[in-house]
């Protein structure tokens, strides 16, 4: 099993539908993050769990929900997206603050 | 908000040249992360550096954490056509949980 992996890899969906991205991480990490990756833009911290508690959400719109369950699981559950949120979204893991580790992304269209 | 400045933004090589990249930022940081990005896959860690003047070397890739704690560099000598990618600096401020990314570097090797 590869560190983090993300599901679905590509993912394209209507402004109305309703779907959610999955990752899970096999580091024994206590960290969770999201990013969000558009072109010729830095990566945008969305969210962050530590020990399945939030800690940090980056003035994220309303229409991105995450979840963690437990400490090797996240979602991101999506609804009603707008065509500007197309974009990677990245997972990634740490333990505490060091380094972090990605997954390979979910690339989300939004039509 | 936190900005890091990351150059050159792109660099056409030929494969044997070496290559240098830096990051910089506004304010000390107490970590200095270097990822190297595939196309379709996620940020892979390459180097990571946690003490000023560090200097860290991974293969062929070395990088330094700067003295004045507010930048840093990344080296590839001899270059090879797998090398190709986008190079991300990252840092971690003092009292911080969380990353801040440069926009990257995008590296062309020509045969």
Same mark, same amino acid.
């Given at each position: 099993?590869?560190?983090?992996?993300?599901?679905?890899?590509?993912?394209?969906m209507?402004?109305?539908?309703?779907?959610s991205?999955?990752c899970?991480?096999?580091l024994?990490h206590n960290?969770?993050y999201w990013?969000?990756?558009?072109?010729?833009?830095?990566?945008?911290?969305?969210?962050?769990?530590?020990?399945?508690? $939030?800690? #940090?959400n980056?003035?994220?719109?309303?229409?991105? !929900?995450?979840?963690?369950?437990? *400490?090797? +699981?996240?979602?991101?559950?999506?609804?009603?997206? $707008?065509? #500007?949120?197309?974009?990677?979204?990245?997972?990634? !893991?740490s333990?505490?603050?060091? *380094?972090? +580790?990605?997954?390979?992304?979910?690339?989300?269209?939004?039509? | 908000?936190?900005?890091?400045?990351?150059?050159?933004?792109?660099m056409f090589?030929?494969?044997?040249e070496?290559?240098?990249?830096?990051?910089?930022?506004?304010s000390?940081?107490?970590?200095w992360?270097?990822?190297?990005q595939?196309?379709?896959?996620?940020?892979?860690l390459?180097?990571?550096l946690?003490?000023?003047?560090?200097l860290?070397?991974?293969?062929?890739?070395?990088?330094?954490?700067?003295?004045?704690?507010?930048?840093s560099?990344?080296?590839?000598?001899?270059?090879?056509?797998?090398?190709?990618?986008?190079y991300?600096?990252?840092?971690r401020?003092?009292?911080a949980?969380?990353?801040?990314?440069?926009?990257?570097?995008r590296?062309?090797?020509?045969p």
């Amino acid at each position: 099993e590869t560190g983090v992996t993300q599901t679905p890899r590509h993912l394209v969906m209507g402004m109305t539908n309703k779907k959610s991205l999955k990752c899970e991480q096999h580091l024994g990490h206590n960290a969770m993050y999201w990013y969000k990756q558009s072109a010729k833009k830095p990566l945008e911290l969305m969210f962050v769990y530590n020990f399945k508690e $939030q800690t #940090e959400n980056n003035s994220v719109p309303s229409r991105f !929900s995450p979840e963690c369950p437990n *400490s090797s +699981h996240l979602f991101l559950h999506l609804h009603t997206l $707008q065509p #500007e949120d197309s974009a990677l979204y990245l997972c990634a !893991s740490s333990q505490d603050s060091y *380094s972090q +580790h990605f997954g390979d992304g979910t690339r989300l269209s939004i039509l | 908000g936190q900005q890091l400045n990351q150059s050159p933004q792109s660099m056409f090589i030929q494969e044997g040249e070496d290559v240098s990249m830096n990051c910089t930022s506004s304010s000390i940081f107490n970590t200095w992360l270097w990822y190297k990005q595939d196309p379709g896959e996620g940020p892979v860690l390459l180097i990571a550096l946690y003490k000023a003047g560090e200097l860290t070397s991974n293969g062929r890739l070395t990088a330094q954490f700067g003295i004045t704690r507010k930048d840093s560099f990344l080296n590839i000598s001899a270059s090879i056509p797998s090398d190709v990618g986008i190079y991300f600096c990252a840092g971690r401020r003092t009292g911080a949980n969380n990353l801040f990314f440069g926009t990257g570097t995008r590296l062309t090797v020509i045969p």
